[in-house]
């Protein structure tokens, strides 16, 4: 069985930072397309970061940029997702994805509350 579980997040003030873990089972990250995606209340899910397979190439939304970053955790089957800088408009639930071959897969979320 497939899982993804994210955790990391929690309540920081503006200007801060913290770390989310997308860990895996059941899968080996490496040969899959990683994504973050967050989900505001009231908002549609939009992507904010992703890597790929081949560790070259990252995504950022322009609203992240230069504030997050996305890496591989190589042997720990795990994908993290930097978060410094921090703003009260990246106060959403932050989703990992994982997508190769028509396979995706989804973790349950994990909160990210920026106080101004």
């Known amino acids: 069985q497939v899982q993804l579980v994210e955790s990391g997040g929690g309540l920081v003030q503006r200007g801060g930072s913290l770390r989310l873990s997308c860990a895996a089972s059941?899968?080996?990250?490496?040969?899959?397309?990683i994504a973050w995606f967050r989900q505001a209340p009231g908002k549609e899910r939009e992507g904010v970061s992703c890597i790929s397979v081949n560790y070259h190439s990252t995504y950022y939304a322009d609203s992240v940029k230069g504030r997050f970053t996305i890496s591989r955790g190589n042997a720990k089957n795990t994908v993290y997702l930097q978060m410094n800088s921090l703003k009260p408009e990246d106060t959403a639930v932050y989703y990992c994805?994982?997508?190769?071959?028509?396979?995706?897969?989804w973790g349950q979320g994990t909160q990210v509350t920026v106080s101004s």
């Open positions: 994805n994982a997508q190769r071959s028509g396979r995706d897969y």
């Open positions: 059941g899968i080996t990250l490496d040969y899959y397309s």
